[in-house]
């Protein structure tokens, strides 16, 4: 399994940005397919954003236009671009990782411990 270790939530105002990274560990990290999700209070975790190996793209329509998803391969990072933020983008955000399928079949095997973004109003 693949160690990912998420950070850059926090709170921000209604309009504003953060960008989320998620560090991953492990030999393998180049050939992973990569995802956010997040998980509102009392709301099952949902899909954000996946990336594939090669930088083929899905979102979800709640950030479609608002949110990029982003990898380094030398730094064995992934970022997710939050731009125009909502309060109804509050949730934890995790960072996942799957085979190199798993951008459009969202069949991830391992997964961060979650950074909270807060967006008020």
């Known amino acids: 399994q693949v160690q990912l270790v998420e950070s850059g939530g926090g709170l921000v105002q209604a309009g504003g940005s953060l960008r989320l990274s998620c560090a991953a560990s492990g030999s393998t990290f180049s050939i992973n397919s990569m995802g956010w999700y997040r998980q509102a209070p009392g709301k099952q975790r949902e899909l954000v954003a996946t990336i594939s190996p090669s930088g083929l793209r899905n979102y979800a329509d709640s950030g479609k236009g608002r949110f990029t998803i982003s990898r380094d391969n030398a730094k064995n990072t992934v970022y997710l671009q939050m731009n125009s933020l909502k309060p109804e983008d509050t949730a934890v955000y995790y960072c996942?990782?799957?085979?190199?399928?798993?951008?459009?079949?969202?069949?991830?095997?391992?997964w961060g411990q979650g950074t909270q973004v807060t967006v008020s109003s």
């Open positions: 996942s990782a799957g085979p190199s399928t798993a951008w459009g079949t969202q069949k991830f095997d391992s």
